[in-house]
């Protein structure tokens, strides 16, 4: 170890994902000196290609336990990473307000409990007179939707802070390697991860953030990490109705569950749903336009104009996420579920903490 401490920032991490988790991380310890290689086979088909971005943080209602630790430090931390991350692409923002609605009486009084018990300036119920309610009631065609206001929370374009990422790891220039590894073993205090080819990429520390495969890399009988799919599907649709107009809505909403956002004005993307499977259902226009107990008749006739899904990985028997330790050199970032974007600031500020604690 000694010789790790002596070259702390000539050490090597190699990082398995490349993935929002995989990006973070690389990030992070890339501007702390450390020489970064990212492998992933296929960077463009992970989960995080396929997300919407939106960051429920304020309004996570569960205000307490380590869940909502995380959630409040990565909070804090997101608009200092958003100001770094301008420098590489001066358009990359996080779009507020976020809304949060429902037509069930009774998780509204949870609403405006929460609300009250808190008493957070940037929390707050949206009255039958604000014009997010009725502007959204006209448009769906509804009388008894209701909900909060986060102005706090928002929204980041997934896709586009992948590539803002990107155009920051090339400026470092950190390694980027397309192959799959299938094993990892350490000899001589150092690791060695081993390609779907036979290649093989020595390193001082890995880091798995490679979602439902890196339980396949472990030994399972010591660190007994079970890991479960969670596909979510979501879909851009194209109304051809010339009374509606959807620059009326609020431009990222939720509704009984389905986020919604606002694409221009006759298009919206939905998403998503929490199927336990690696093969996405068939009938996607009825499962994400279900969440209303009767659809306006343009909604009914709108079109599918592009869909997608993304596979994510929930852990089985512990919270979410996992972030761990597993052994010298060894860091598990993975099981993030729905909160990987809103989360990566705390996880790569974790990683970096356990990795100075680990060379010093």
Known sequence: MKSLKENFQKAHIVIIGSGIIGKFNALELSELGFKITIIDPTQLQNSSNAALGLLMGNMYQKRRGRSWDLRKKSIELWPQWIKFLQKFNCELNIEKPLIQLTTNEEKFKKL??????????????????????????????????????????????????????????????????????????KSNNQWIATTRNNENIKSDIIILCNSLKA??????????????????????IEINDKEVDLLSLPKQFNINGKNIILKSRNKLIIGSTDEYSTKPEENTFEKLTNFLDEKPNWLMKAKISKKWFGIRSRPDGEPSPIMKNLEDGLIICTGFYKNGILLAPVCSKWVANEIKNYIY
Do not use: C, W
Request: no cysteine; net charge positive.
């Open 112 to 185: 405006e409990k929460f609300i009250y018990e808190n008493n957070d300036e940037n929390l707050r119920i949206l009255g039958k007179d604000s014009i997010f309610i009725n502007n959204i009631n006209k448009a769906f065609h509804t009388k008894n939707i209701k909900g909060m206001i986060s102005f706090k929370d928002g929204r980041i374009n997934a896709l586009s802070l992948l590539q803002t990422l990107d155009k920051y790891l090339k400026h470092k220039k950190v390694n980027y390697l397309r192959g799959e590894i299938i094993k990892i073993k």
């Open 215 to 236: 339980i396949d890399l472990i030994d399972n009988l010591s660190h007994n990490i079970k890991l479960k799919p969670v596909l979510g599907q979501a879909m851009e």
